[in-house]
């Protein structure tokens, strides 16, 4: 008979609530299919008196993290807490104290990855993360270990739910970007404080676990450009309609050879036929393609209580399989994928690299020779029209312009746009989006 694991389980929130759940719940499948039995051992929360979805079992509860720690029938501690300072000191005393790790903190391993996969090492202890990257979506195992085989040349993913709804909803409902964003809080799609969503910065966070995953060695998350959605109107969703596209907040990675890793995210604008065009709401997704496998389609909940919990009982269940398999502690596979190159640091390129199509949106003043000025100073810059549309609006009042270019370079590009930006008859900077089309 093989022992019993248990887990010790730190947060009681949202996801916390279902992994505990799953565990009670589907405790006979777990069995059977990791051999033996797992069960929580301790639960650490913050504040006793929350009210909560789910009821806390109070007597596994714990004063104190320290009491996970010592108790020696916790073999895996869980960390679900959120944050990074706090949860960043339970994970490096619990590798520390030779406990296997579980987490769906995208911005803790973003950040501090490489300290922690790196003392994860030393004390021969595993760390697992698949919720930290499109909460139910198998991303990250399915890089790790199902696309093994294949050199990865380009993610394209939709990895912030917050943002794909709010786009949604101003697409589907003609809604502005604020009037949208109330609509996702309303409905528990957006925090109080949405800007690490509506910002980039969370898609940016999950881009550099996918890069590091993908490509071998950790990312310096300074150096993943990042924008994002709030500059966008109903008007430029309309626009991109009109040309054929929907808008997305994409988080995009594609490998330079031995150049290095193009790596940003922003809203982009991708064929309204193509599989990410379709993926509506707060679902996530990811468009990877592999040298020999070619093109594969990740696509579902990206967060939410028991998509993301699946996820975490998902990586216990895979320590559970290690620990059975071996009598000692084992690091079986760096946090990475790749045994000789995951203290190396990834050389991640300054964002978009172009050449590229690019979206452009202007507010200027509604008078005869406007557009001649700004297509002539994208003629003389080298940058080619494909298509353009501007809205007739009363003379001398503001009037947007939108257009499409040809595949243009970034310098060239950005030299057009300051010259236009400096025309008296131009209200604000120029909205740009760069555009894939051949997704």
Same mark, same amino acid.
């Given at each position: ?68 720690? /010592? &108790? ?8 679900? %807490? #959120? @944050? ?6 339970? !994970?490096? =005393? ?27 090492? /030393? &004390? ?8 930290? %990257? #499109? @909460? ?6 399915? !890089?790790? =270990? ?294």
């Amino acid at each position: 008979m093989r022992p019993e694991i248990g887990i010790g389980l730190v947060g009681f929130g949202t996801v916390g609530s279902g992994v505990y759940r799953i565990l009670t719940r589907n405790a006979s499948l777990i069995r059977r299919r990791v051999g033996g039995a797992v069960k929580v051992k301790g639960i650490l929360v913050k504040d006793h008196s929350k009210r909560r979805t789910h009821a806390l079992p109070r007597q596994l509860v714990v004063k104190h993290y320290a009491e996970l720690l /010592k &108790n020696p029938e916790i073999q895996i501690i869980v960390e679900l %807490v #959120g @944050g990074v300072v706090f949860a960043k000191k339970i !994970i490096i =005393e619990a590798l520390r104290a030779k406990k296997h790790v579980v987490t769906a903190n995208k911005a803790l391993i973003a950040l501090h990855g490489k300290e922690i996969f790196q003392l994860a090492e /030393k &004390n021969n202890v595993d760390i697992f993360f698949e919720a930290a %990257v #499109g @909460g139910g979506i198998p991303i990250l195992r399915s !890089i790790r =270990e199902g696309l093994a085989a294949n050199h990865i040349r380009s993610i394209h993913a939709i990895v912030n739910g917050t943002c794909n709804f709010i786009l949604t909803a101003m697409e589907e409902a003609n809604l502005s970007f604020e009037a949208a964003l109330q609509q996702a809080k309303a409905m528990g799609f957006a925090e109080a404080d949405p800007r690490f969503d509506i910002e980039g910065t969370d898609a940016a966070h999950k881009l550099a676990i996918l890069v590091g995953l993908s490509q071998g060695g950790y990312v310096n998350f300074k150096k993943i450009h990042h924008v994002g959605i709030k500059a966008i109107s109903v008007y430029d969703i309309q626009m991109a309609k009109r040309f054929g596209y929907k808008i997305k907040l994409l988080a995009v990675a594609k490998s330079q050879g031995g150049k290095g890793i193009e790596a940003w995210v922003g809203p982009t604008l991708v064929p309204q036929g193509s599989m990410l065009a379709a993926v509506h709401g707060s679902n996530n997704a990811a468009l990877v393609e592999g040298d020999y496998v070619g093109r594969t389609l990740f696509y579902g909940q990206g967060a939410g209580s028991y998509p993301t919990a699946s996820a975490v009982v998902g990586d216990i269940m895979e320590v559970v399989r290690n620990l059975y398999a071996d009598d000692d502690l084992s690091y079986t596979v760096p946090p990475l994928g790749h045994f000789d190159l995951h203290h190396q640091e990834a050389n991640i390129l300054p964002g978009l690299l172009g050449p590229s199509h690019y979206y452009l949106r202007f507010q200027v003043v509604d008078k005869p020779g406007v557009l001649g000025k700004i297509t002539g100073i994208l003629g003389r810059c080298g940058v080619g029209i494909q298509a353009v549309h501007q809205d007739l609006k009363q003379i001398g009042k503001k009037s947007p312009v939108a257009l499409l270019t040809h595949v243009a370079s970034q310098d060239k590009l950005k030299k057009a746009v300051l010259a236009i930006d400096r025309l008296a008859v131009v209200f604000e900077p120029t909205l740009v989006m760069p555009v894939e089309p051949n997704l």
